[in-house]
T-cell receptor
Framework: GNSVTQMEGPVTLSEEAFLTINCTYTATGYPSLFWYVQYPGEGLQLLLKATKADDKGSNKGFEATYRKETTSFHLEKGSVQVSDSAVYFCALSPYGNNRLAFGKGNQVVVIP | DTGVSQNPRHKITKRGQNVTFRCDPISEHNRLYWYRQTLGQGPEFLTYFQNEAQLEKSRLLSDRFSAERPKGSFSTLEIQRTEQGDSAMYLC?????????????FGQGTRLTVV
């Protein structure tokens, strides 16, 4: 079946630090891959996406590259800000279907 | 259009009661999804509609759950005989299949607490 695995536990880091959140997936065919972000008190928002192998999604300084050979879609940002504090979810949708399978999410806390 | 709207935002109900939630999608979107999110977990797919047709239901959607989208616009999710295990955030999302777009837009959710 289709599933997404995110690294365990919250992530706490200082402002301007480098952020990496690992995401690996299992899927049949060629899924689209997404990162969603949930800020406190708000709904899920699409952060970035990639629809085929080797595509790089980017937005607001965040990047993730669709790696078919390692079935990964790790999220990175070079210099985080306090305003990046949120929960980040990796997700996939099977080819031709918007139905999403989510990882458990990672709480990111950026301290000044 | 202000995005996907869900009502109510919060619902507290006694065990055994029925509850109904409403979702108004983005107006030109023909696909509508329901998800459930429990504390510390990612959203889990429940069901989705294309226009008024319900195309897929998850095994998570027991017989006590029913969803409708009668005119292909808004949708309702009803839970009958609620149980404490139904306590969760219920999320609605919508998308358009035009042009192969795969982005889903989410509402802020309805938080259900069963006491």
């Amino acid at each position: 079946g289709n599933s997404v695995t995110q690294m365990e536990g919250p992530v706490t880091l200082s402002e301007e630090a480098f952020l990496t959140i690992n995401c690996t997936y299992t899927a049949t065919g060629y899924p689209s891959l997404f990162w969603y972000v949930q800020y406190p008190g708000e709904g899920l928002q699409l952060l970035l996406k990639a629809t085929k192998a080797d595509d790089k999604g980017s937005n607001k300084g965040f990047e993730a590259t669709y790696r078919k050979e390692t079935t990964s879609f790790h999220l990175e940002k070079g210099s985080v800000q306090v305003s990046d504090s949120a929960v980040y979810f990796c997700a996939l949708s099977p080819y031709g279907n918007n139905r999403l399978a989510f990882g458990k999410g990672n709480q990111v806390v950026v301290i000044p | 259009d202000t995005g996907v709207s869900q009502n109510p935002r919060h619902k507290i109900t006694k065990r055994g009661q029925n509850v109904t939630f409403r979702c108004d999608p983005i107006s030109e979107h023909n696909r509508l999804y329901w998800y459930r999110q429990t504390l510390g977990q990612g959203p889990e797919f429940l069901t989705y509609f294309q226009n008024e047709a319900q195309l897929e239901k998850s095994r998570l959607l027991s017989d006590r759950f029913s969803a409708e989208r009668p005119k292909g616009s808004f949708s309702t999710l009803e839970i009958q005989r609620t149980e404490q295990g139904d306590s969760a955030m219920y999320l609605c999302a919508s998308s358009s299949i035009q042009g192969g777009n795969t982005e889903a837009f989410f509402g802020q959710g309805t938080r259900l607490t069963v006491v």
